[in-house]
């Protein structure tokens, strides 16, 4: 069976263990998890694969430097562990899928000996806590060497910087190659399919069918399972109210913001952590394949389905980017903008909700409704997005199945494209083709990218490295419906830059319907 919608339905006919709720991060690891536990799984998305949070990222695959100072500074036993349980995913994630994350330098300015010498030990922790996982070990820097590797930062007043490592990753990508991996295991994953109401028993009120609706065609599925995850992120609560009326509210939406710039404003391979900016906040410039993205922000919002940037989120990320850039950047510059929604975890639940959505840990928890047996995964992070799915599979696997524990697979388990030992082959078998084509299609297939090869290699706009070919693939192989799905997730154009994204679209109209 191919990744592809009528295949997915064709599966429809098979019974079911678990139905998984949301294609995002969360969802996309729980089903690979269950799937190579044993279980039979439906996936259903309500949109595209990762759509909502899951692509909006800023793309790292971090520990987080400042949940780590937050940590130490609260003496917060609980954000440390988070630290650790991220620094040491961080690997796992790099050598599950090589050609779509990779280790990122990151440069932390300096501004007096103090600040030097605290950031300098603050990161020597955080390469002591990743242990033998650590990507390369953080060291001081001198201003010549800042110069060096970030040629456009100003370096007024600066007293030298402390470099260390992270890793950068392409997340919508990322949640597809799990979903592929899941799929190729076994799952039945389908896009554009809602889940709208639960059946319940009538004697335990436990959730026993899932009622969707197919929203390309309209049609409406009601399937038997024996368990649900509800893996929605930001709309998890509106999913624990359809289970069981009687839940309290558990999630805090906080917005991020970013904006995109051309590569030129931030030359070199080297990020930039503006460690504090006025009010109390880390923002990051990353080059990011050809532009440089500047994010983020961190402010509670109302939850809406495709959140705009306000004008004053823009001149903000501007702001911070000039004062540390010795290439000004202005409104005319930003190529693109995006921004996501945190589904943060409201941990008092007795508690007033706090206004303050930088505060709340960046941690995640299983729910298990007793009423229901609805098992939400709540909170957490991109990078630990492995480890929440682990920890649900065994939630469930106790609470609501009955059963012992089955140990996890997902560790060494390698996503679709991800074998990079094909690498050399690959790229001599594509050795006709220009080196920028070669790279894409290397970089957004990994080991897939041979299939390609067969297909029609004629570029689609002159700017661009992307081939007519894809259209075709990514409609067979991973379920790309419309414009959007290819634009904004599959190639990721559209969040770097708008006007290229919108000329191949009118260029190739006729591609997809809408
Ligand atoms: C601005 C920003 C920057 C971030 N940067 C980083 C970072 O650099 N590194 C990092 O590790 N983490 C980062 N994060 C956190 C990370 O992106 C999120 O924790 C993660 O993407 C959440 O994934 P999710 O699957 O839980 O939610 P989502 O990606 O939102 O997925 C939930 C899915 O459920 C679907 N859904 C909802 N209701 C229904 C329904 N009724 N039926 C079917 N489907 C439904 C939605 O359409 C959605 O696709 C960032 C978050 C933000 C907002």
Same mark, same amino acid.
């Given at each position: ?223 038997? /399972? ?107 510059? /930003? ?32 729910? /298990? ?146």
């Amino acid at each position: 069976m191919a990744f592809n919608r009528p295949d997915q339905f064709q599966k429809l006919n098979a019974p079911f263990d678990l139905c998984i709720i949301g294609g995002g991060a969360s969802g996309a690891g729980v089903a690979l998890d269950a799937t190579l536990r044993g279980y039979r799984v439906l996936l259903i998305e309500k949109g595209d694969f990762a759509a909502q949070t899951s692509s909006k990222s800023t793309k790292l695959v971090h520990g987080g430097v400042r949940y780590l100072e937050q940590a130490v500074k609260k003496l917060d036993w609980q954000q440390f562990k988070m630290v650790y349980k991220a620094l040491h995913e961080r690997k796992i994630l790099l050598q599950n899928a090589p050609f779509l994350a990779h280790p990122l330098a990151l440069l932390t300015p300096c501004y007096s000996w103090f600040d030097r010498i605290y950031y300098r030990i603050g990161m020597w922790m955080y390469d002591r806590i990743a242990g033998n996982t650590n990507l390369k070990p953080s060291r001081g820097l001198n201003q010549g060497q800042m110069h060096r590797l970030c040629a456009n930062l100003n370096t007024e007043h600066v007293r030298g910087g402390v470099l260390y490592y992270d890793g950068q990753f392409n997340d919508a990508r990322y949640a597809l190659a799990t979903l592929q991996a899941a799929e190729a295991a076994g799952a039945c994953v389908i896009n554009y399919a809602e889940l709208n109401s639960f059946v319940h028993s009538s004697k335990s009120l436990k959730i026993k069918e899932v009622c969707w609706t197919d929203s390309l065609s309209g049609q409406t599925y009601q399937i038997p /399972v024996k368990a649900v995850v509800n893996a929605t992120g930001p709309f998890t609560d509106h999913v624990r109210a359809l289970a069981n009326p009687k839940l309290k509210p558990r999630m805090k939406v906080s917005r991020g913001a970013h904006i995109v710039l051309a590569a030129d404003f931030w030359p070199g391979t080297t990020a930039l952590l503006i460690p504090k900016t006025d009010d109390g906040r880390v923002i990051f410039v990353i080059p990011w394949r050809d532009y440089v993205l500047v994010g983020t922000t961190d402010d509670p919002d109302q939850l809406t389905e495709s959140p705009e940037i306000l004008a004053s989120e823009v001149d903000y990320l501007l702001d911070y980017f000039n004062r540390y850039s010795t290439k000004k950047a202005s409104l005319s510059d /930003v190529s693109a903008t995006f921004v996501g929604q945190r589904p943060l975890l409201q941990v008092a639940l007795d508690h007033t909700l706090s206004t303050d959505t930088k505060s709340l840990v960046r941690d995640h928890e299983v729910e /298990v409704d007793g009423r229901s047996k609805l098992v939400s995964i709540m909170g957490g992070k991109w990078t630990t997005y492995r480890v929440m799915a682990a920890d649900t599979m065994d939630e469930l696997e106790r609470e609501v199945l009955h059963q012992t524990v089955t140990p996890c697979r997902t560790q060494d388990h390698i996503l679709v494209g991800g074998h990079e030992n094909e690498k050399t082959r690959f790229m001599s078998e594509a050795g006709n083709l220009p080196s920028d084509i070669q790279v894409h299609l290397w970089s957004t297939y990994g080991s897939q990218a041979f299939e390609l090869l067969a297909l029609d290699l004629t570029r689609l706009h002159p700017e661009l490295p992307y081939v007519a070919g894809e259209l075709a693939y990514q409609k067979e192989h991973e379920m790309a419906t419309c414009w959007d799905d290819t634009l904004m997730r599959r190639w990721g154009i559209g969040l770097r830059n708008e006007r290229l994204a919108a000329e191949i679209r009118a260029n190739k109209k006729e591609a997809f319907a809408s």
